[in-house]
T-cell receptor, first 113, second 114 residues
C-alpha cells in the first residue's frame, strides 16, 4: 500500500521568511496530493492540492510542486506570518472519488515575529 | 466544498463504556471516512462508511470495536466500544462532496478515557 514520508517534523522560521515542507510517496498510482493545515484543537483544513497532470500550483503565498518521476511533492509558503504557525500534513490518494487519504506524519511550523 | 460538523466535540468516558460520535455533512457525499488521531500524531484511517452497505475497515480496526452506521448520504456515526485508556484520541470524520476526491474534515471529537 501507499506510504507517505514527510520532512522535516519541525520547522522554525522568522516572520517573512519562506518555509518548505517535503513529502515522498511510494505508490506510483497515486495522483492526488492535498495539503492540510491543522491548528490546535481544530480539524485539518485543506489549503491546497495538486493532481499528477500538473507540476505546480499557486494560491497567493502558498505553492505546491510535484515531481512524479521522483515521487515527491513539496509545500512552499512565502512571506510567512505568525498565523501560519500550525501542523501541516501532506497526503496522497489514487485520486478517485471515494478513495481514502494516506497522510504523512506532519510538520510543526513555528513562525516567530 | 463541504461543511462537516461533529458531536460531541469532546467527552470524558469511563473504561468499559462506549461513545457514539455523530458526523453531519451539509451536502450529500458518496463516501465518508473516519480517522483516528492519537495525541501529537498523524491521521490513521479507521474505516470508510458507505451508504447502504457495511463499512470497510482498515487493518487493525474491527467492526466489533468501531461499529459504524451510514443511514443516508449526509450522516454517519462511529461508536467506540468497550473503551480503554488507549482509545483516548481525536476522532475525525471527512467527506468528499459532489463525487470528487477532495476531502473536507470535521472539527474532531476529543475522547479521554479514564
Amino acid at each position: 500500500g501507499e506510504n507517505v514520508e514527510q520532512h522535516p517534523s519541525t520547522l522554525s522560521v522568522q516572520e517573512g521568511d519562506s518555509a518548505v515542507i517535503k513529502c515522498t510517496y511510494s505508490d506510483s498510482a497515486s495522483n492526488y496530493f492535498p495539503w492540510y493545515k491543522q491548528e490546535l484543537g481544530k480539524g485539518p483544513q485543506l489549503i491546497i492540492d495538486i493532481r499528477s497532470n500538473v507540476g505546480e500550483k499557486k494560491d497567493q503565498r502558498i505553492a505546491v510542486t510535484l515531481n512524479k518521476t521522483a515521487k515527491h511533492f513539496s509545500l512552499h509558503i512565502t512571506e510567512t506570518q505568525p498565523e501560519d504557525s500550525a501542523v501541516y500534513f501532506c497526503a496522497a490518494s489514487l485520486g478517485q472519488a471515494g478513495t481514502a487519504l494516506i497522510f504523512g506524519k506532519g510538520t510543526t511550523l513555528s513562525v516567530s515575529s | 466544498s463541504a461543511v462537516i460538523s461533529q458531536k460531541p466535540s469532546r467527552d470524558i468516558c469511563q473504561r468499559g463504556t462506549s461513545l457514539t460520535i455523530q458526523c453531519q455533512v451539509d451536502s450529500q457525499v458518496t463516501m465518508m471516512f473516519w480517522y483516528r488521531q492519537q495525541p501529537g500524531q498523524s491521521l490513521t484511517l479507521i474505516a470508510t462508511a458507505n451508504q447502504g452497505s457495511e463499512a470497510t475497515y482498515e487493518s487493525g480496526f474491527v467492526i466489533d470495536k468501531f461499529p459504524i452506521s451510514r443511514p443516508n448520504l449526509t450522516f454517519s456515526t462511529l461508536t467506540v466500544s468497550n473503551l480503554s485508556p488507549e482509545d483516548s484520541s481525536i476522532y475525525l470524520c471527512s467527506g468528499a462532496a459532489g463525487g470528487t476526491d477532495t476531502q473536507y474534515f470535521g472539527p474532531g471529537t476529543r475522547l479521554t478515557v479514564l
